[in-house]
């Protein structure tokens, strides 16, 4: 029995962070009820997998029984304010996001500054791939879900919960907001490199792709140089530390780029590994899929279709005892 | 009231996503107590920005927690966690592989003490798997997650999220997988074992992408979906436009003076508009936004109906009225006044505005020594040893 079994979530949202806090319900047993026709290709819908439709999900009488009610301002409907379901459902727990669900996460994720810290310095600011960023609300939004039910399970009231991504995406901010208010200056985004803290920390571009390499502190950068055939670097007066390093931040790129344009992603994993330093290539998600450290977590399964089978995702919340529905 | 009001959290915890964990878990009432190593204590305690060598970053992780210094490979030092555990609910700790059990603090030796406790890790690789000894920086789990590989231009180079993604939403997962095993104890009596790995939370997020339903490429600021979305540069920042319904489009080329692409008959459509626009529509677009002040452009599409933002600055973003409100203004017990971003959760039968600092290394150490029932001179023998420090004036 999942943990959230006899849990009812009436799910109103259109978009992708209700539908991540929903999903992550559903995959510890509630049943999550969204208004509508099921839809035709279940892999089109993969977020909203495992839950039930109903086309004639009338409200407020559909919330009879509910534990949550999940909805965005736009998609909930009129007259249901919180006064006025905190009276009819004391012990209910609404969650209530302010953005809409087709662009409003993205528009949070230019205004709020988070979509200025990502891209490259010269380039344009860039959204989070894949909508990540409002996958990250859900699973927050989901968190506070969870803590709500435990205090109406405690024996207080239900809970309005008034969700911003904006206010979600600021909270992700913190180095950039502290370093303002301590230091007066805020750092701008500066690609996939940390050149005010370390270097080399970066990802440079190889024959067959991309991979990352870097060093955690000032430790190892004798073994960095050497792993790279560049030992005479090791003891240069200019370089020797990292702070000369993060300095020459654009001139030190330019001596290593070499090394890495002319080798592939499997060489320079095993040049690196060996040297013991903090490694990885740039893999795509179908190849992290394939990936054998993601194969042994079990982090992917095949979804049951009416047609065709398809991949899905699994929780990543490894948990001894509390077990996701149908290997969720 | 607080959900987690009388849960006991000892917390080994260091540096971000852990910290981030318990943050969460302290923000909505745990009881936490941060495990320092005596002497050098928590790594985050040496993290940028500081103000007068005090961490920013540890007073924004940490904040509303307790502290103890404990030297945790003295036998003394073992004997008060022990002490401690059989107090705990929760345990959380973020070390590498194999450090916990190098300290003898493994699951079963935590279970023997205290049976129902809920012990949670994680780290980069998980403590299972080929790599689970590996040490993962953000960096790498970024790269290998494909999440790396998801972000940027679809011509350009592939580009990590700015922000310390994989340990905000490691962190966040950690504190939703406690939560779950809290209801999960109330309703079975059992305890259990979280394991968490950045590189499966970063992973799963591309659920939709492996299903089929995104499509396998990174698409920069444009819309799988939708046309014309896309980030456009004017003369003074960056606008994100965000176009999703026909008579968008129209107001959209209405503001922009494009009038030859509004009468086209074969742009009507939002699927006409997808397949035509790196091809015909990108262009143009971004010349006429380029004769534009971004707040002036925003404010014009604001106007005429058309979804927008400028693309903030962080500096901007904190000094903008949407964001008022938006910082904690605590006064730490190291930096002093200090504003970091305050929970993000609004609830309205839950007070989660943060007013707590962070804790002083070793501040409540005595205080906990004490109430684990130790008498002064044993509290002084074991400061005198180096087991336990902090606390002087407790």
Not at chain 2, 147 to 168: C, E, N
Not at chain 2, 196 to 201: E, F, G, Q, S, T
Request: contains cysteine.
């Amino acid at each position: 029995m999942s943990v959230l079994e006899g849990l009812k979530v009436i799910d109103l949202t259109r978009g992708c962070c209700g539908a991540y806090a929903a999903m992550q319900l559903a995959d510890y047993g509630a049943r999550v009820v969204r208004p509508g026709e099921p839809p035709l290709d279940p892999a089109r819908d993969a977020l909203h997998f495992g839950m039930e439709y109903q086309p004639d999900l009338q409200l407020p009488k559909g919330l009879e029984g509910a534990g949550v009610l999940l909805a965005e301002a736009d998609t909930l409907p009129d007259g249901l304010t919180r006064s006025v379901l905190r009276a009819q459902y004391p012990k209910l727990v609404c969650a209530v996001i302010r953005e809409d669900g087709a662009v409003g996460g993205h528009l949070a994720e230019a205004a709020c500054g988070m979509m200025d810290m990502t891209g490259f310095p010269d380039g344009a600011p860039t959204l989070s791939g894949g909508q990540s960023a409002e996958c990250f609300a859900g699973v927050s939004l989901c968190f506070a879900i969870t803590a709500a039910l435990q205090n109406v399970e405690n024996g207080g009231e239900g809970a309005w919960i008034d969700y911003s991504l904006y206010d979600t995406f600021y909270s992700l901010l913190e180095s950039p907001i502290l370093f303002r208010e301590l230091t007066g200056t805020c750092p701008g985004r500066c690609g996939s490199a940390d050149p005010a803290t370390l270097v080399p920390y970066d990802v440079f571009a190889c024959q067959d792709g991309y991979f990352s390499a870097g060093l955690a502190s000032d430790a190892g950068w004798d073994r960095f140089c050497n792993a790279i055939g560049m030992s005479e670097l090791i003891d240069d007066p200019r370089y020797d530390t990292n702070e000369k390093r993060c300095e020459r931040y654009e001139e030190m790129t330019a001596l290593f780029a070499p090394f890495f344009a002319g080798r592939t992603r499997a060489q320079l994993q095993e040049i690196f590994s060996a040297a013991n330093i903090p490694s990885a290539p740039v893999l795509s998600a179908e190849e992290a899929m394939e990936n054998e450290q993601i194969q042994a977590r079990g982090m992917v399964r095949q979804a049951p279709a009416a047609r065709d089978s398809f991949p899905l995702t699994c929780s990543p919340m490894k948990m001894s005892v509390t077990k996701p529905v149908c290997g969720g | 009231m607080k959900p987690f009001a009388g849960i006991r959290v000892v917390d080994f915890t260091q540096a971000h996503a852990g910290s981030l964990a318990t943050m969460l878990l302290a923000d909505m009432g745990a009881e936490v107590i941060k495990i320092e190593r005596a002497g050098s204590g928590d790594l985050a305690r040496y993290w940028a920005p500081f103000r007068d060598g005090n961490s920013g970053y540890y007073a924004f992780l940490n904040r509303g927690k307790k502290s103890m210094s404990l030297k945790l490979t003295t036998p003394e030092g073992k004997e008060i966690v022990h002490r401690l555990l059989a107090t705990a609910d929760v345990v959380c700790e973020n070390f590498k592989y194999g450090s916990m059990e190098r300290m003898g603090l493994t699951y079963e030796v935590m279970r023997e003490i205290k049976p129902d406790i809920i012990y949670a890790s994680l780290n980069g690789f998980g403590q299972t798997g080929p790599m689970k000894k590996t040490i993962g920086l953000d960096l790498q789990l970024q790269a290998m997650s494909g999440i790396m590989d998801a972000t940027g231009a679809a011509d350009g180079d592939p580009v990590r999220v700015g922000v310390a993604f994989g340990d905000h939403l490691s962190g966040t997962y950690m504190a939703l997988a406690i939560s779950l095993a809290l209801m999960e104890r109330k309703r079975t009596g059992q305890g259990q074992r979280i394991d968490i790995a950045i590189l499966d939370v970063l992973f799963s997020l591309h659920r939709q992408r492996l299903a089929g339903a995104l499509p396998a490429c990174r698409l920069g600021n444009r819309s799988p979906e939708y046309a014309p979305c896309d980030g456009f540069r004017t003369k003074d920042g960056w606008l994100l436009i965000q176009v999703v319904r026909d008579e968008q489009w129209e107001a959209l080329c209405g503001v922009l003076g494009l009038d030859e692409l509004a009468a086209r008959a074969d742009l009507k459509t939002n699927q006409e508009r997808l397949s035509r626009y790196e091809s015909e529509l990108k262009a143009p677009i971004a010349a006429a936004a380029a004769k534009w002040e971004r707040d002036a452009l925003a404010q014009a599409l604001t106007a005429a109906g058309v979804p927008c933002s400028p693309v903030h600055t962080v500096a901007e973003a904190m000094d903008s009225p949407r964001s008022a409100g938006l910082l904690a203004e605590v006064q730490d017990s190291a930096l002093g006044a200090v504003r970091f971003p305050d929970s993000h959760f609004h609830i309205d039968t839950i007070d989660t505005k943060v007013t707590c600092s962070a804790p002083l290394q070793g501040e409540h150490t005595v205080a906990y020594l004490r109430e684990l029932g130790y008498s002064d001179l044993e509290i002084a023998a074991l400061r005198e040893k180096g087991a336990a420090e902090g606390g002087e004036d407790a």
